[in-house]
């Protein structure tokens, strides 16, 4: 099979030295060469300080939102959510405040009243959020962890109970998976206010969760567009989810300030391995397709082949993914090319070079027109043999965020000294979750990371130019092993 593979551009791409960086780096996604590589000086030490290769193209500072542009030159595309968008929220926003008459705000009115739930199939109207999965005799209510207080957890008086049916989609999925004392990691990307986070770190006491927060689109104001860091950790939301990790002591809950994007979901995706065990894209890919829409263009993408590109490499970040897309007016142009929400994520599926079963719709609600929640499963993950194919640990996992909060300090002074709230369900919380103890997901400390992990850390750092050309290199090392391979098996027939 011919493989496509582009010349190295940029300034990654100038240099022996940097040359042979990226040569290093490509080895590492090659057992062989990684082993070998390792024999001779160590994955360490190119990615050290001193006159190692890559010092020769040193990474600029991370740039936080609001601070002056790096000083070498290099491109940052801004972060903007087209003007477009922005006006459809606030138009939306005005009629819901508006016209209390409207059937939607006849459903948002019983955003506090209890669920109704269905062990059918029949399609949800006016509003409401039907669990399609559920178990036979099984409330979603039942299935909640911790008794969260709707008024501070919804967002644009989006109903509760898209919330309680939601999560009870994903825990019977997760308990399936993993039962309830299993290791695992999660990424709750778009947390908000951390409902899902919570819910699943109090599910799942062994489990490690980072909600991931930028404060983009919708449901969290939109500081992340330009602001900064620290402003990011005022929004409410993420003082929401702050305060209610306090409040149930817990230790494996943790909330990044962090706007992602394309460029961004690819250096994770270059890492070449799992970054978490599960991730929940719950109502947030948009939102990242918009603020992606410029590095799309800049990449030589069109805006379709861009989103596709953005959820192929979102899906490569996990073995495992909740998604709940939106309906049209958003993904206009996803709808306008494949149709179904469905129809874009078989084709994410499929450039992700990755198989997987699709399992779902699992919920439906109304919201906004009609957003279904699929579970996307790689093919064979729960094969034993998968176990070779392991997300990161719990430090290289924290390592790939600028920030993750609460700091140890503050996590272990907390931790433990509020009591569990009441309604907090069948299954441990807070307080009374046991310690983690696994090498990989204890707190506190930074212990070493593997050689896999500090390349995860260094190519967030790195230009955009040496991410590609690590991506490349690693194609043309697969294919030329390949290749070999071939050669041998001919020659061993001759
Ligand atoms: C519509 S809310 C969805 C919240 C939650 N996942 C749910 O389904 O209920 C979208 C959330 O994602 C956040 N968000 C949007 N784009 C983001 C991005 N590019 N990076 C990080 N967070 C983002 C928003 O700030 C907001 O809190």
Redesign the pocket.
């Given at each position: 099979m011919e493989r496509h593979v582009a010349p190295l551009t940029g300034p990654a791409g100038s240099g022996p030295a940097t040359a042979a960086a990226l040569q290093r780096a490509a080895a590492s996604a090659s057992p062989a060469l990684a082993a070998s590589l390792q024999e001779a000086d160590g994955l360490k030490a190119w990615l050290g300080t001193g006159d190692d290769a890559l010092s020769a193209a040193p990474p600029p500072p991370k740039p936080s939102r609001g601070s002056p542009s790096p000083s070498n030159g290099a491109k940052t595309a801004p972060?903007e959510v087209p003007a477009s968008v922005v006006a459809a929220a606030a138009a939306v926003g005005q009629a819901l405040r508006n016209a209390p008459q409207t059937p939607f705000l006849a459903m948002a009115a019983r955003a506090s009243s209890p669920p109704r739930t269905s062990t059918g199939s029949t399609a949800p109207a006016g509003g409401e959020s039907v669990w399609l999965a559920a178990p036979s005799g099984v409330s979603a209510q039942s299935r909640l962890i911790v008794d969260l207080p709707d008024a501070e957890f919804t967002?644009?008086e989006?109903p509760w109970s898209?919330?309680v049916t939601?999560w009870a989609a994903i825990d019977v999925e997760l308990e399936e998976a993993f039962g309830e004392e299993a290791q695992f990691s999660v990424i709750?990307?778009?947390?908000?206010?951390g409902?899902?986070s919570l819910q699943a770190a109090a599910g799942y006491p062994q489990a490690f969760v980072i909600g991931?927060?930028?404060?983009?689109?919708?449901?969290?104001?939109?500081t992340?567009v330009e602001g900064t860091q620290e402003q990011i950790i005022e929004?409410k939301?993420i003082q929401t989810h702050l305060k209610w990790v306090q409040k149930l002591g817990m230790t494996n809950c943790l909330v990044a300030p962090?706007?992602?994007?394309y460029h961004k979901v690819c250096s994770l995706a270059a890492i070449g391995q799992p970054i978490c065990d599960v991730m929940?894209l719950?109502?947030?890919v948009h939102?990242?397709d918009?603020?992606s829409a410029e590095q799309y263009e800049a990449d030589g993408l069109g805006r379709v082949e861009g989103t596709v590109s953005l959820m192929a490499k979102l899906l490569q970040l996990s073995p495992r993914h909740f998604v709940?897309l939106p309906d049209k007016p958003w993904l206009d142009h996803i709808y306008a090319a494949f149709g179904t929400a469905r129809a874009f994520l078989d084709a994410a599926a499929k450039m992700s070079g990755r198989q997987w079963s699709f399992v779902g719709p699992l919920c439906v609600s109304e919201w906004y027109g009609r957003r279904e929640v699929w579970l996307l499963e790689e093919v064979g993950i729960r094969r034993p043999e998968a176990a070779g194919l392991r997300a990161l640990s719990r430090p290289g996992l924290e390592a790939l965020f600028p920030r993750v909060l609460p700091s140890p300090a503050s996590t272990s002074t907390f931790s433990g000294t509020f009591p569990s709230p009441p309604g907090t369900g069948g299954r441990a919380v807070g307080a009374a979750a046991p310690a983690l103890s696994a090498a990989g997901y204890k707190t506190g400390g930074r212990p070493s990371l593997t050689p896999q992990e500090e390349l995860g850390a260094a190519l967030l750092a790195a230009p955009t130019a040496l991410i590609a050309a690590h991506l490349q290199l690693r194609d043309a090392m697969v294919s030329a092993e390949t290749l070999l391979r071939e050669a041998t098996t001919t020659a061993s027939m001759r």
């Open positions: 972060r967002y644009i989006r898209h919330f939601r709750d990307l778009g947390s908000c206010c409902f899902f991931v927060e930028g404060s983009v689109g919708v449901g969290n104001g939109t992340g929004t939301a962090d706007v992602w994007d929940f719950l109502s947030v939102h990242v918009n603020v709940e």
